[in-house]
């Protein structure tokens, strides 16, 4: 199943809005092993996000810090794919216009990409499923490791 979302043309990054989530910005992230939620965790909460009750240490380009960890089930947008149980750590440090880094590990198995002329983001899932069952791991030194859960 082919999902497409339209890239917001105000951003180089690719970012897209949530209709979901009142058109909330999120933006997609490559690079990231895991979604990074970047406003304080009441927000979180607010919009469905459930305290995992772990504190996830991390880091990049910036530097080293640490995060709790939350859940979410998150519609991309009506009737279309749905991610449930959405790792997510907060690091309400990174300033951003956009609420949520969504990590493509959440893609793992499917085929996606951000095509900077048509200014879209595609997922192919290969079959015709709307839900995927996320699952994590946390390793022995509190780290996690997302996967898309295949049964």
Known sequence: MYFEYKLDVHFQRPVISIPTLNDMRVMIDCGALF??????????????GIDQNHIVPFG????KTQGNLYTLDLWLSEKSLLLKNLPIVVDNSISLNCPLILSTTSFEGFEY?????????????FD????KLLA??????????VYVHNE
């Open 136 to 145: 994590y791991r946390i390793k022995d030194n509190g780290s996690i490791t």
């Open 60 to 63: 990049g380009f910036g530097g």
């Open 128 to 131: 015709n499923q709307v839900v």
């Open 113 to 125: 990409k951000v095509n900077t002329r048509t200014k879209t983001f595609g997922i192919e899932t």
């Open 35 to 48: 979604s990074v939620w970047t406003l304080s965790e009441r927000q979180l909460v607010e919009i469905g």
